[in-house]
């Protein structure tokens, strides 16, 4: 299986400070489709996850564009331009080139 | 705007079965990437499998098959989950979620997720 990994596992943040998250992984996920296939996922606290990014760095419908994702093959990164307090939760990226696996995740808390 | 509402918790016990379900609506069913995750206590997620009702035949994450039956009822619009034998590590929140796409090997952009249902397993 591809295995995912993240960092870091945790990220305190100031509110309107910029954060970044990244995610590894074993092997590359470009398709030769063109696509590479990484979503990015936030579940707040006490609720389902989200999706925020597919295809790397396509934003999904209704998320802020203070969201961004980029990166290419094997290495990926989660932006975000000013932390917003209900940001909170932890992040999970995901594969689905070969299987479906997910990273550990990273929790995101107020400093 | 597809719905999915999931029932719900269940206590079980070791050695049984565990069946949720995940009702759709807002959309067209049978065309739509259904998909079983999980989240066990102090865990990530993981996918189960999933299934598009119109083709029937569902796709299951490897170390769940022979454990795992995923079925889509077009009558009443749900997508159930089966799982056996079940064990103390299968306690945690399951969910369906819908995907925007699907690969050979399973899901991408589960952009609409159920509530969770909370499943304990214990004797």
């Known amino acids: 299986d591809i295995v995912m990994t993240q960092s870091p596992v945790s990220l305190p943040v100031t509110p309107g400070e910029p954060a970044s998250i990244s995610c590894r992984s074993s092997?590359?996920?470009?398709?030769?489709?063109?696509?590479?296939?990484l979503d990015w996922y936030l579940q707040k606290p006490g609720q389902s996850p989200q999706l925020l990014i597919y295809?790397?760095?396509e934003r999904a419908s209704g998320v802020p564009d203070r969201f961004s994702g980029s990166g290419s093959g094997t290495d990926f990164t989660l932006k975000i331009s000013k932390v917003e307090p209900d940001d909170v939760g932890i992040y999970y990226c995901?594969?689905?080139?070969?299987?479906?696996?997910f990273g550990g995740g990273t929790k995101v808390e107020i400093k | 705007q597809v719905q999915l509402v999931q029932s719900g918790a269940e206590l079980k016990k070791p050695g049984s079965s565990l069946n949720v379900s995940c009702k759709v609506s807002?959309?067209?069913?049978?065309?739509?990437?259904l998909n079983w995750l999980r989240e066990a206590p102090g865990q990530g997620l993981e996918w189960l499998g999933g299934?598009?009702?119109?083709?029937?035949?569902?796709n299951y994450a490897q170390r769940f098959q022979g454990r795992i039956t995923i079925i889509a009822d077009e009558s009443t619009n749900t997508v159930s989950m089966e799982l056996r034998s079940l064990r103390s590590e299968d306690t945690a929140v399951y969910y369906c979620?819908?995907?925007?796409?699907?690969?050979?090997?399973?899901?991408?952009?589960?952009?609409?997720w159920g509530q969770g249902t909370t499943v304990t397993v214990s004797s």
């Open positions: 807002g959309g067209p069913f049978v065309h739509q990437n």
């Open positions: 299934i598009i009702p119109v083709f029937g035949v569902a």
């Open positions: 092997q590359s996920l470009l398709h030769n489709n063109g696509h590479n296939y």
């Open positions: 995901m594969q689905s080139l070969q299987a479906v696996t």
């Open positions: 295809f790397a760095s």
């Open positions: 979620a819908k995907a925007r796409g699907v690969t050979i090997f399973g899901p991408y952009g589960m952009d609409v």
